[in-house]
């Protein structure tokens, strides 16, 4: 294939536009934004389900406070009436009074025992209803955090985005200036030879693979017309010669 030195040299402009976009492409992967949402939306999702259990804890020791609230009211009732009663005087029999006196007294210590409990259970209240806002607080930190790695996530985005929307006017302006036979060469090469298709001749040293050239392969490149496209003989690439190829 045969190509001016000005085409060859602006197949590199080409090859620095597609590393450009692959540059471009590794860092819209692997930003460190997308890392920390990984690891936010884990911590958040902990967070949530801490909020769920606690909160749970909390509905379940306020069902036992109620419960326990209706026994007391139940018991001050049933003691109140037999109160009433004795108050009356309507209980004629002795033996009648003394268990309505006896059941008063259990009453009085069933309540003590009820009202003991509850308050017990108010004091469990008092530390979960504090766990549940500590878990609340946490959650709410963990879902402003995301959402600021989300936005700082697009903002890098954007940019990345516009940088490679550029690249790509370039490119394509690259593309119609260029030999569509050259063009297709390097693209199946650029597909071949993980993203770089052609790559300048610099020292003697091919800049695709980094190797020195020597012997015959140096002296064919060496007797090889300027316009003949020529090839890397260790990886394949088009190389391409310029002032600085030391031949
Ligand atoms: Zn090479």
Known sequence: MKATQDVQLRLLDLQATDTTRAQLAHRRATL???AELDRLSIQTDEAAAAVAQVSTKLDELDQHIRALEREVDSVRTRARRDQERMDAGTVSSAKELSSMQHEVQTLASKQRDLEDRELELMEQRE??????????????????????????RDTSYVEIDADDAAALVLRDQLVAQLPAELVAKYEQLRVRNAGVGAAAL????????????????LAQL?????????YCEECGRILVRTAQSGL
């Open 32 to 34: 460190p934004a997308l």
């Open 127 to 152: 530390a979960v209803d504090a766990e549940v806002s500590a878990a609340s607080r946490q959650l709410d930190q963990l879902t402003r955090a995301h959402a600021l790695t989300v936005e700082r």
């Open 202 to 217: 610099r020292a003697r040293r091919c800049q695709g693979c980094q190797l020195e050239l020597f012997g015959t392969a």
């Open 222 to 230: 060496r007797s090889a017309p300027e316009e003949e496209v020529v």
